[in-house]
């Protein structure tokens, strides 16, 4: 089973342009990601990366060579540029080097990806050094610049890259909780023999792509979750529903939980192929009352 993949914090048109250019695996050849939190902006660099050269429908996958090399930062084709100096941001000299190396083609890759940590920092010769190669770029070359503060960049970056923005951690811990919430729902009512009740959740779930894509892996991670208490494995258990998932846990067969899981990942693929997002839902609810109920 794949683990839980990081999920990009994302709200509004900034989730839209992700989402397309993952679905079109296109990146615009500079990006700004805006965010108060580096980790999650390096982190949603990546996710993209990986999002238009992985090679599954459902992607980024997260386990396939190219996920798994771009996330582990040892793919030799998307480049962390790091200032030396915290303060100062990225120095020219570092830039002029980048600019020679990105018309060297990718090693292994369709696409070079060069994350550019801290941009805000970069002094004005840096940024207009970077302009350069902004204003006429190889052609697979993509500069994600993370920023927290795009004012501190000069109109004539900014105006080359499309800019992305960040939700704040807040919000997405609500969206995450949300869809937890509503996953141990959907488990609970498969647990109670009542078919109207599984369906019936349809009505609860989010209408919103990405949002119903958090809420598939909350699900998936449940399905993990009573795989774990039905192993006794209780310390990989969330402290607050150790509990809840021992007893539901003697409600699930192996076989079943692993149909169900299944069926979570198959709802992943087909949410991520544009699928109708309604008609997935029916099939969702109605294959995880058959994973449980209908083979046994
Ligand atoms: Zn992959």
Redesign the pocket.
């Known amino acids: 089973m794949p683990s839980t993949l990081f999920v990009p914090p994302l709200e509004g048109r900034s989730k839209d342009t992700v989402r397309d250019c993952v679905s079109s695996r296109r990146l615009p050849n500079g990006l700004i990601l805006l965010s108060g939190d580096p980790l999650a902006a390096e982190k949603t660099a990546r996710y993209l990366a990986?999002g238009v050269?992985?090679?599954?429908d459902s992607?980024?996958?997260?386990?396939?060579?190219?996920?798994?090399k771009i996330m582990g930062k040892l793919s030799q084709d998307v480049i962390d540029v790091l200032p030396e100096d915290g303060r100062q941001g990225v120095n020219v000299d570092a830039i002029r080097e980048v600019r020679a190396d990105a018309y060297i083609t990718p090693g292994e890759l369709d696409i070079k990806v060069y994350i550019i940590h801290d941009a805000d920092k970069m002094n004005a010769a840096a940024q207009n050094a970077l302009l350069k190669v902004l204003e006429e770029p190889p052609s697979a070359v993509h500069f994600i610049l993370l920023s927290s503060n795009t004012a501190a960049l000069l109109p004539t970056v900014r105006s080359r890259c499309w800019t992305i923005i960040l939700s704040s951690k807040e919000s997405q811990t609500a969206s995450e909780k949300k869809n937890a919430d509503l996953a141990m729902r959907t488990i609970t009512a498969l647990t109670g023999n009542r078919r109207s009740d599984v369906e019936g959740m349809i009505s609860d779930l989010p209408d919103d792509r990405s949002e119903y894509r958090g809420y598939i892996l909350a699900l998936m991670k449940g399905f993990r979750n009573i795989s774990a208490a039905k192993a006794g494995r209780t310390e990989a258990l969330p402290d607050d529903d150790a509990g809840t998932f021992l007893r539901i846990s003697r409600q699930f067969s192996d076989a079943a939980l692993i149909r169900a899981y299944e069926q979570a990942h198959s709802a992943l693929t087909a949410n991520d192929a544009n699928i109708n997002i309604l008609t997935s839902q029916a099939a969702l609810l109605a294959g995880l009352w058959n994973s449980i109920y209908k083979l046994q």
């Open positions: 990986a050269v992985c090679g599954e992607r980024p996958c997260g386990a396939c060579e190219n996920c798994r």
